[in-house]
């Protein structure tokens, strides 16, 4: 149960930690939410940054129905290489291939972020990108990546406060962004709703 004006609708303690870092006072509600594959026929000709910006509405849409006087949070992060959209690895093998290919391109993460406060009929959508250059890894640095299973639920298959930014050479942008919140962004976007944090950062 939600009591207060500000909700994230995310199962993603790193976004709550963002936001509690910067300041903000506000209850996190997991929404329910089938998404879809990135990797559907349909879907696959969608701009990545439109696609994780439906996905972030979609979750933040449905928990805003519930509470319609409060001001919701959501997000979604995905990751893009060589204009693949790639989200989070089904399995090892497949947490193999992303980091293989990520380890030999430059990529861009992206976060969409919705705002939605439905009893004044408001929302507002955008997204941030923050690109990537990762060093070589050899066969042997990706296996014992993997086996340290910090590849599960994260798009890209790695998480720079877990490991993973021993492996990143250049980072051009937001790093919150990268951990799954922009949080300049959001607190832009948040401030125009009227939603400040309670203390500084």
């Known amino acids: 149960m939600a009591s207060k004006n500000?909700?994230?609708?995310?199962?993603?303690?790193?976004?709550?930690?963002?936001?509690t870092d910067a300041g903000y006072d506000f209850d996190v509600v997991v929404p329910r939410l089938d998404?879809?594959?990135?990797?559907?026929?349909?879907i696959s000709n969608i701009k990545p940054s439109d696609f994780a910006q439906a996905i972030a509405y979609f979750k933040a849409s449905q928990i805003a129905r519930q509470y319609p006087q409060a001001i919701v949070i959501g997000a979604d992060t995905i990751v893009v290489c060589k204009d693949r959209i790639i989200g989070k690895a089904d399995d090892a093998g497949h947490a193999r291939e992303i980091l293989t290919l990520l380890s030999h391109n430059r990529?861009?993460?992206?976060?969409?972020?919705?705002?939605v406060k439905f009893a004044e009929n408001r929302r507002?959508?955008?997204?941030?990108?923050?690109?990537?250059?990762?060093?070589?890894?050899?066969?042997?640095?990706?296996?014992?990546?993997?086996a340290s299973g910090q590849w599960q639920g994260k798009a890209g298959a790695y998480?720079?406060?877990?490991?993973?930014?021993?492996f990143v050479a250049h980072i051009e942008g937001s790093y919150s962004n990268v951990i799954g919140l922009?949080?300049?962004?959001?607190?832009?976007?948040?401030?125009?709703?009227?939603?400040?944090?309670?203390?500084?950062s």
Do not use: N
Not at 159 to 166: E, V, W
């Open 159 to 166: 998480a720079l406060q877990q490991g993973g930014d021993k």
């Open 182 to 200: 922009p949080i300049e962004l959001t607190s832009k976007i948040l401030e125009q709703f009227g939603i400040r944090p309670l203390k500084s």
């Open 35 to 42: 998404e879809p594959d990135h990797k559907e026929p349909h």
């Open 6 to 19: 500000l909700i994230l609708a995310s199962s993603s303690p790193r976004r709550a930690q963002i936001l």
């Open 124 to 146: 507002m959508l955008d997204y941030d990108c923050t690109w990537l250059t990762m060093k070589p890894m050899s066969s042997e640095q990706i296996d014992e990546y993997i």
């Open 107 to 115: 990529h861009c993460v992206i976060t969409g972020i919705a705002i």
